[in-house]
């Protein structure tokens, strides 16, 4: 049997060098006469080892990492094929402790499978929970979601089974499944790697929507900030439809169901519903307002479906599993497991999939390793940059979606980022402010107007300008934005700007004296 | 390079009808139109604008409040060369700003401006998605992590030769 060696794909990976690896190795294959072929698998996520480049031996995978293109002749002369001894050689990967800490059932064949082989995916256990759906009716899978716990992992947290249920009650002869893959929270990679990973997964989980909801037409609404995961899904949709799973008949049931990847156009807020709805339609990313709620009109008026990528990817693992399995992950009403991606100044960057209910203090000091600089770290932005930064004295809170919201927090799409001691947190909470400002849709005044008004008396505070006023001025206008915006990206931006500023008030003294003070 | 600026309605029309053509059968076309457009031209020509109104029966105005929402679509070719530098916050906490500035330095433009000799725009971007290898970058299609000094250094070098 011809060896299989893994070189990430990802894009991850590849930032790190992973194409130069690559060719390096089918050089040093083809100069030495040796039998093996390249595949370009997924990232496990543990990204401060990649490329991390994997074999398969007699006595299973073996890992080498962080490898660069001037490492692979030595790799290969001691035996790579083998599993040989090297500086790199990290042994079995899945006994590395950041992996074997982890519970990963959406991301269970991500890093291992050849993306785009069937047979790979298949033999992982893919199309398990597919099969199974096209023989129950739509009202027993519909319950069988809802009954696994699983909630709207974009962050907002909505119960998906219920979202189905209600698309699935509607009698319109048109209904769509539309897949939120807007990714652009910094600090979130998590629908990039599943793309990228094992894009079948997600085709999988947008299919069993369809069956289950009565929608015979999908959409992937992808970020154009992801040419490797669009590349990934067309070129897995056209797989698929070639080998039944999408078209007329899903696996020879009489349930028809297609996918289309559209590629968005650089705007963050097309990532809030009803604003991708209205692009999807071919117009400005505007929001709007609800109800009518996309479950009752959505995209061209019809009833939607729209969930996250990691939503409807941990969908085939609970049809194959059964709810109950699914569900016995987590903590309290936040069931399943949850990818936590641990990313910024942190040593050991990637993603994590856990049960909920981890401390953020676990994530961040034990899991993750403090930051990359080694200095003490100072603040961590959860749920990208609509969520709160905070202080090493909530690190006691636990990763779950009413402990946060509790802490004036949010979990958003499990995005944490790390910052050191270095961090000005006047200067995060401003480019809140000013993030929101470049962002805004302009429908709603709150966020059109508040961002640019934030930006200013932000810059005021940092002037020294009768600080006490523009700190009063700018908490009063975090109220108004939070409740008198449309949608999360007004309503949501108080959140990093009043943690700054609650959790860190010293960064808020004018200048001039934190300047007197050092 | 082809001089993109200066072409004659009647080309930039003909160009734009094939694009139109191949994406006027999908629902809600818009985006996929100008997608394709910029895919074409290197950016969207005002010229283009009128044909696409014309084929999907919109107004000017509408295609261009389209247009102009999205970050993506330049009104103007790029340079040669098109650096996305990300500014989030994951590239904020790994000394993003000060690497931001270097490279404008070297490059000598701000962001979203392009070299006076046409070599390179420069763009910012709010994350690419590899922020556990942060600082990130994307260089046309290659894609660059954990940017340092030298790897700034090496991408001012790369797009100026």
Avoid at chain 1, 210 to 235: F, V
Avoid at chain 1, 238 to 249: D, E, K, N, Q, V
Avoid at chain 1, 253 to 265: K, L, Q, T, W, Y
Avoid at chain 1, 270 to 295: I, M, W
Wanted: proline content about 5%.
């Amino acid at each position: 049997m011809t060896a299989r060696i893994f070189v990430p794909g990802d894009a991850g990976a590849l930032a790190l060098g992973a194409d130069k690896v690559a060719l390096a190795l089918a050089d040093g294959l083809a100069e030495r006469g040796l039998d093996a072929q390249i595949v370009r698998n997924g990232s496990r996520g543990l990204y401060w080892l990649e490329p991390m480049v994997e074999v398969e031996t007699d006595r299973g995978r073996v890992a080498y990492g962080p490898v660069a293109a001037e490492d692979v002749a030595a790799l290969l002369d001691t035996g790579l094929l083998d599993g040989g001894d090297h500086a790199l050689r990290l042994g079995d990967p899945e006994e590395i402790p950041f992996l074997k800490r982890q519970s990963r059932l959406t991301f269970a064949r991500c890093g291992i499978t050849d993306p785009l082989s069937l047979d790979d995916y298949r033999a992982h256990g893919g199309l398990a929970g597919l099969e199974k759906a096209v023989a129950m009716t739509p009202a027993a899978i519909v319950e069988q979601v809802t009954d696994s716990g699983l909630r709207g992992r974009g962050g907002a947290g909505f119960p998906t089974g219920i979202k189905w249920k209600t698309v699935l009650a509607t009698t319109d002869a048109r209904k769509y499944i539309v897949c939120n893959a807007d990714e652009g929270d910094s600090g979130t990679f998590a629908d990039r790697m599943i793309m990228e990973g094992d894009p079948f997964v997600l085709i999988e989980g947008m299919a069993i929507a369809g069956i289950a909801t009565g929608a015979t037409k999908g959409y992937i609404y992808l970020r154009s900030e992801y040419p490797h995961a669009i590349r990934a899904m067309n070129a897995a949709i056209a797989i698929a439809r070639t080998a039944g799973i999408l078209g007329a008949s899903v696996l020879g049931s009489p349930n028809a169901f297609d996918i289309e990847v559209r590629v968005g156009a650089g705007a963050y807020v097309c990532g809030e519903e009803t604003s991708l709805l209205e692009s999807l339609e071919g117009k400005r990313g505007q929001v709007r307002a609800k109800p009518p709620l996309p479950a009752h009109k959505g995209l061209f008026g019809r009833p939607t479906v729209v969930n996250n990528v990691i939503s409807l990817a941990s969908v085939p693992i609970i049809m194959d599993k059964g709810a109950a399995f699914y569900r016995d992950f987590g903590m309290g009403r936040s069931r399943g497991t949850i990818p936590i991606q641990i990313a910024g100044n942190v040593k050991y960057g990637g993603l994590f999939e856990a049960g909920f209910g981890l401390t953020l203090g676990e994530i961040v000091d034990e899991i993750g390793g403090g930051t990359a600089t080694g200095r003490p770290v100072k603040a961590v932005q959860v749920g990208g940059p609509l969520g709160a930064y905070f202080p090493r004295a909530l690190f006691d809170t636990p990763f779950d979606y009413e402990a946060f919201a509790a802490k004036d927090g949010l979990i958003g799409h499990a995005g944490i980022v790390v910052f050191d001691d270095t961090a000005d947190m006047l200067k995060q909470a401003r480019f809140a402010m000013e993030f929101c400002a470049i962002e805004s849709c302009g429908k709603c005044t709150p966020c059109r107007i508040g961002s640019v008004r934030g930006v200013e008396v932000i810059d005021r505070i940092a002037a020294g300008e009768a600080p006490d006023r523009q700190i009063a001025l700018v908490t009063d206008l975090c109220n108004t934005m939070k409740f008198g915006s449309l949608c999360a990206l007004g309503g949501f931006t108080p959140y990093p700007v009043m943690s700054a500023l609650t959790h860190f008030p010293d960064d808020f003294r004018p200048r001039a004296m934190n300047e007197a003070a050092e | 390079m082809q001089q993109q600026g200066t072409q004659a309605p009647a080309d930039i029309a003909g160009r734009t009808n094939a694009v139109i053509d191949a994406k006027k059968g999908l629902e809600g076309p818009l985006l996929p139109i100008l997608n394709g457009v910029q895919a074409e031209f290197g950016f969207v020509p005002q010229d283009a604008l009128p044909v696409i109104a014309d084929a999907l029966n919109l107004s000017r105005a509408e295609v261009h409040g389209v247009m102009s929402f999205y970050h993506d679509y330049r009104r103007e070719p790029a340079g040669r060369h098109v650096v996305k530098l990300c500014r989030a916050e994951a590239c904020q906490s790994m000394d993003g700003d000060a690497l931001a500035a270097r490279l404008m330095d070297l490059l000598g433009v701000g962001l979203h401006e392009t070299a006076a000799d046409g070599s390179v725009t420069l763009e910012p971007v709010y994350c690419l998605g590899l922020c556990a290898c942060a600082p990130a970058a994307m260089v046309d299609d290659q894609v660059i992590g954990r940017l340092d000094r030298d790897k700034v250094e090496a991408i001012a070098r790369e797009v100026r030769s």
